[in-house]
């Protein structure tokens, strides 16, 4: 049996094989990461240890020898197999896995995505595929993994689990509201234009108008596509909006927007952002993104 010391040194043999690959000592150097004296230095001792010369130096290039083309050939299809039964151990440890989330544009925009760098740097074998969209995502019927909805968590066929609870006041750009024109009563506010995004079940004007008092059948409602809208609306003094203090804390704390009341704030255990699951256990990338979102919450 030949003795394992037989073996050139491994690191000349890739010194061979990327410099035979490449026809370059100075290409191979730099797929080496070492300098091209190296490659030379690694090739010329392979050659004393075989008693072969393997490459023709020319004045701008090197050739392979007839002996150096049948051991690159050989040399080559090992590290081939080496390479591929690398990747073949690396696969399980590195296989991503793909979530798909829907979720309001809202909450994807203000909420979430300046902290995906957190969730990513704590599960970087998690892709998360975020939908948004003002509809609810069919989680039941598989057309997302999870969801994230915004409500009291009375959605049918699903399983609801409470991230965290909103709190809302009615808000606007504070030119609006200054001087004379600030609001001292629930009714001053029906002076301007009630801003709402669009959704199949409004509520929260209808909550805060019941907890505060306020009649809404004088109202003049504005319905716009998108929270995100409402909001940009309410920044450029265009009417009133209910503020879900969780979106908007950025706003609130520059001054960009303000109370129209202050101190009328809505808080209600029941309202606000909820993870949405199949019923059943949900799987360990759910679980794991759940158990992410928590802690989130719970440090905002």
Not at 106 to 121: E, I, V
Not at 262 to 288: C, H, M, Y
Request: with cysteine.
């Amino acid at each position: 049996m030949r003795s394992h010391r037989s073996l050139p040194a491994l690191v000349s043999l890739r010194a061979f094989e990327a410099a035979a690959r490449r026809l370059s000592f100075s290409l191979a150097g730099e797929e080496l990461f070492v300098t091209q004296s190296a490659i030379s230095h690694h090739i010329q001792r392979l050659e004393t240890e075989l008693g072969v010369v393997l490459f023709e130096r020319r004045t701008r290039a090197v050739a392979l020898t007839p002996a150096g083309q049948a051991y690159y050939q050989r040399v080559h299809a090992a590290f081939e197999l080496l390479r591929q039964g690398t990747e073949a151990i690396r696969a399980p440890a590195t296989e991503r896995r793909v979530l798909k989330v829907g979720l309001l544009a809202s909450f994807a925009t203000r909420w979430l995505a300046p902290r995906l760098p957190d969730f990513a740097a704590a599960h970087p074998e998690i892709d998360l595929q975020l939908l948004p969209d003002i509809g609810l995502a069919d989680v039941a019927g598989g057309e997302v993994d999870v969801a994230i909805r915004y409500g009291r968590g009375t959605w049918p066929g699903v399983r609801a689990r409470r991230l965290m609870s909103e709190r809302l006041s009615v808000v606007c750009a504070p030119a609006l509201v200054a001087g004379k024109r600030r609001a001292r009563t629930p009714d001053d506010l029906l002076r301007y234009p009630l801003l709402a995004s669009h959704t199949k079940h409004p509520f929260e004007w209808d909550a805060w108008a019941r907890r505060f008092g306020l009649d809404l059948g004088r109202a003049q409602t504005v319905r716009l596509h998108d929270y995100n809208i409402v909001v940009e609306a309410a920044l450029a003094g265009q009417g009133l909006a209910m503020g879900r203090h969780r979106m908007i804390a950025a706003q609130l704390a520059s001054g960009a927007l303000v109370q129209a009341l202050p101190g009328a704030v809505l808080e209600d255990a029941r309202i606000g952002w909820w993870f949405i699951s199949p019923r059943g256990k949900a799987n360990d990338t759910a679980q794991a993104f759940h158990a992410w979102l928590a802690d989130a919450a719970a440090s905002d």
